[in-house]
């Protein structure tokens, strides 16, 4: 597989398989581990529902590019959407702790992506959209 | 995504196989809704054949948690979660929130 590797998928729900397998086709050409490959996953389906769901929530829909490329230790990957600005500040922190009636279930998406990534960086340009450039290292041996 | 339902003599069980992803909880809800309105709130969810799950799917879970086990009524079980699954259960802080047997015949005797 060469890298970079780039695609463009529609930004919708039903685009979130074929992405997914587009990631995990490169991160095992990458040769990360299946614990890693899994987290990479995660991360990058919880990145595209929050691209699907707040980036184009209302009338303007767009793409989902994706690209992967090999770094030193690993695998990075940017998503790029041209939807509404995302602030990551304007989450709510998980709450991971509180009893199951009153457990609130906002911001799981985000605590996802920055605990399975090893770095995780979100920004956005007014005119293109948000850019989310995220890496995963390969796990050390032994 | 695909799904089995049986209605059991003391609770239902629901069979999953595949992505729990955004896109499929919405159809796997009304899987759960159709069970509750019926008034059974013991459920048995079968996760050996889940490959994937995110947090929307987590959503779900919950969601039908909370509902079965007001007033005591019942609760959702998960049997034979994956190794990977039940990781992305514990990165959300859910593992406390549900009872997790090691496969079905032990969650549906539990009720």
């Known amino acids: ?142 | 995504m695909e799904y089995t339902t049986k209605r059991l003599k003391h609770c239902d069980l629901i069979q999953v196989s595949g992505r729990i992803d955004s896109q499929t909880s919405q159809e796997l809800e009304k899987v759960f809704e159709a069970i509750i309105e019926e008034a059974r709130f013991k459920i048995v969810v079968d996760m050996s054949d889940v490959e994937f799950i995110s947090s929307a799917g987590l959503r779900l879970l919950i969601n039908a948690q909370k509902t079965c086990k007001r007033l005591d009524r019942g609760e959702v079980v998960l049997a034979n979660v994956p190794k990977r699954i039940y990781s992305a259960f514990d990165l959300a802080g859910f593992v406390p929130l549900f009872r997790i047997e090691k496969d079905v015949v032990e969650a549906v005797g539990s009720f």
């Open chain 1, 1 to 142: 597989m060469d890298f970079p590797k780039t695609e463009t998928f529609p930004g919708a729900g039903s685009s979130l398989e074929a992405i997914n397998t587009f990631v995990t086709e490169a991160a095992q050409a990458i040769g990360l581990d299946e614990d890693a490959i899994f987290g990479v996953q995660l991360a990058v389906e919880e990145a595209c529902d929050n691209i699907i769901e707040h980036a184009y929530a209302g009338a303007s829909k767009g793409d989902i590019e994706c690209s992967c490329d090999i770094v030193t230790d690993g695998l990075k990957i940017v998503l790029r959407d041209s939807g509404r600005p995302f602030d990551p500040e304007s989450v709510p922190k998980p709450d991971l702790d509180s009893p199951l009636e009153e457990r609130d279930i906002g911001g799981l998406g985000l605590h996802f992506i920055k605990n399975l990534m090893d770095e995780v960086r979100f920004e956005f340009f007014p005119g293109s959209g948000n850019v989310l450039t995220m890496v995963k290292r390969k796990t050390p041996a032994g």
